[in-house]
Structure formats: C-alpha cells, structure tokens
C-alpha cells in the first residue's frame, strides 16, 4: 500500500513539474516566435513607393519604419525616422521642389512638420519655433535683412506677437492676415510711439501718437495722417482740438496757446480761416473773418466798452479801419 502511494505521488509530483516545464517552453517558444517575426521584418532595404517616392532604410512588413531616406518624385530628400511609412521623429527634409525653401530641421508626425524645428529659406532667413500640422504655430522669423518676428502664427502669417524689421522699429500686437499691422504699440527707430490701429502698416483709425519732439496727438488716422476728430498738444504748451484733414487742422476747432489766448472757428489747411474768434485772456476779444491764419475783417472788442472795425496785418500787428 504504501508502495502504491509513494509510485503515485512520485507520479503525480512528476506530472507538476512536468506541467510547469511545459508553460515556460511555451512562453519562450512565443516569445522567440514574436521576436523572429520582428527580426524577420525590420529589413534593411529598398522600397519604390506608390507616389513614386523611393525608400532605402529600415522596413517593417514592407513601409519604412525605422531610420532612412526618401527621395520624392520632385526631388525633395528627406533623411531621417519613420513610422508606418511616414516621416515621424525627428528628421531633415532638404527641398528642390521650391526655390523659396532650403530644408527644415526639426519634429515630424504622420509626414508633416509637428512639434519643433527650424525651417531654413533659401534667402537664409529662418522660421524657428513650434509646428503644427506642416506650418510654425509659435515661433519667430528671423529675416536676412535683421527683422524679427515673434509669436502666435497662422498659417504663414504671424497673428499676434512682436515684430522688430530692419530699421530698428518695433511693433508688438496682432496682424492681419497678409502679416501687415491691425492693432498694437509701434515704437519707431526716431522714438515716436504710436498705440492703435492700423492699415498697411500706417497709423489709420483711432489712436494716440507720442513723439520725440515732444507733441502729443489723440485722435483719427487716416493712411498715416491725422484725421477726423482729434486731439493735439505741441511741447511748446499749444493745443489743438477739433477736425483734421490730411493732418492739417480743418474745418471747426478750438487752439489754445502758452499766452492763453484761445482761438475758436474754422480752419483751413492748417491755419485760421473762415469764421472765428479770439479770446485773449485778458478781457479783450475779437469776432471776425479769418484769412491765412490772421484776422482780416471783425469787431475788436476792447474790454472797457470801445468796439473797432479792426484786422491784422500781414505780421500779425492789430489794425484799426
């Protein structure tokens, strides 16, 4: 009896450790079943693709996986990783196919340019930054001639960030879509500043305009020029406030000056002209018609009850008829 227990439970131990044997045969086996398979497929070698496009590098069940090359049917070499038949990772692309481009170096997804690079332009100025989707996200373009620009980009053009060109001025705001100036602080390589709107690159629209020379304006552009209503004030304490032409004053508007005589009417290329009056400060006054800038027909109003028919001559003295 006790033989017949011992042979059975011999047998039976032996059945266990044949039976774990067996599971790590078979774990090894599909192991270095899969590990063959892989060996078997990642290839070095030559692949003509369907566009035309040929491949030598790694393959892996026939697309390029891997490390290589790929040369296009427009000429266009790329050098670098795959994944599934397309350039992902990172790689160099260098372009014939367009005489504006010379290569990009940088991140690639699904065969476009995605996440950082630098794409070099023929000129040797360069685009550096972000990418998605085959086009700079974030970044900066940094031209031959010395300008920059930087920020949020749409497509080719920059939407919002700064810009810094080759004459030393400075914009930081959005861009249209022809990455012209919309809207923003322009500081000029002179040290005016201007905040506001704009239209092909000039100050146009609504805005203020500080400059070195110490004059102060706030009001309409238009094409570069002040326009509409607006606002100015001189160094020298003179001030301006009415409607302008072309940048002149034009048409009805208030001046006050350092004397504080101030000058209510009409305006013509910048000068008085028309209907107006002046108040000098001091309790005397004249209402008349303005030519040139000076007072050519009106009442002088003295202050102490004298009234004359006065003008002024051609330097500006004060003259009775």
Not at 7 to 33: A, K, M, Y
Request: charged share 25%.
């Amino acid at each position: 009896m006790r033989l017949i227990f011992l042979f059975c439970f011999f047998l039976f131990g032996c059945n266990v450790e044949q039976r774990d044997i067996n599971l790590d045969e078979i774990q090894n086996t599909e192991s270095t079943s899969e590990a063959s398979v892989l060996s078997k497929a990642a290839t070095q070698g030559k692949n003509f693709l369907e566009d035309g496009s040929v491949y030598e590098g790694e393959l892996v069940r026939g697309l390029p996986h891997g490390f290589g090359t790929r040369k296009f049917p427009n000429e266009d070499f790329y050098k670098g990783q795959f994944v599934d038949g397309n350039a992902h990772g990172h790689g160099t692309i260098r372009y014939k196919s367009d005489a504006n481009l010379e290569k990009y170096v940088g991140a690639w997804a699904n065969g476009r340019r995605e996440g950082f690079g630098t794409l070099f332009l023929a000129d040797s100025s360069r685009m550096i930054g972000h990418w998605e989707k085959d086009a700079l996200f974030y970044g900066e373009f940094q031209s031959v001639d010395g300008t920059v620009i930087s920020g949020e980009w749409n497509r080719k053009f920059i939407s919002e960030g700064k810009m810094r060109d080759e004459f030393g001025n400075e914009f930081t705001g959005f861009f249209n879509l022809d990455g012209s100036y919309e809207q923003g602080y322009l500081k000029g390589a002179n040290g005016d500043q201007y905040t506001g709107n704009f239209l092909n690159n000039l100050y146009h629209g609504k805005g203020i305009l500080s400059k070195t020379s110490g004059s102060l304006y706030i009001g309409g552009f238009e094409e570069g020029e002040f326009s509409g209503a607006g606002v100015l004030t001189l160094a020298i304490g003179t001030r301006y406030s009415g409607e302008f032409v072309k940048g002149e004053p034009n048409g009805f508007g208030v001046q006050t000056n350092p004397e504080g005589v101030i000058y209510s009417g009409l305006w013509g290329n910048g000068v008085k002209s028309g209907t107006g009056s002046l108040d000098f400060g001091d309790g005397t006054s004249f209402v008349g018609e303005f030519q040139n800038g000076l007072a050519s027909e009106g009442i002088y109003d003295w202050g102490d009850g004298r009234k004359t028919d006065s003008y002024q001559n051609e330097e500006g003295e004060w003259l009775d008829r």
